[in-house]
């Protein structure tokens, strides 16, 4: 269970859902071992149970469109997602991520 919880919170870190102080404190909470308060629990679960039903309602209009109509995202927005996670995952520091991604911006 916690790989799960880990895995929803990383990716609700890099989708940018909810409070990321408050989602990268719960991150490392659940990656020592501690257990994890029942608010910060609920927490997870809205953010997880929004986004579920923002996917059905999507799932919806997606039917009535093909699917080579969806815009594919951009390398650089696959590149940022990644940072993000390693930076979750704590494999870069916060100043790494910020060189990262200036330097994956700059245009």
Do not use: C, H, W
Not at 34 to 54: A, F, K, V
Not at 70 to 89: C, F, Q, Y
């Amino acid at each position: 269970m916690s790989e799960d919880l880990l895995r929803s919170v990383r990716d609700l870190i890099a989708s940018r859902k909810g409070d990321t102080k408050r989602l990268r404190e719960i991150f490392e909470t659940i990656k020592r071992g501690n257990p994890l308060l029942l608010s910060d629990y609920r927490y997870i679960q809205s953010l997880t149970l929004e986004d579920s039903g923002q996917q059905l309602t999507e799932n919806k209009s997606d039917d009535r469109a093909s699917k080579e109509d969806k815009p594919k995202p951009s390398k650089r927005d696959e590149s940022l997602n990644l940072l993000r996670i390693r930076l979750a995952e704590g494999q870069i520091t916060i100043d790494e991520f910020r060189e990262l991604k200036e330097a994956l911006t700059e245009d």
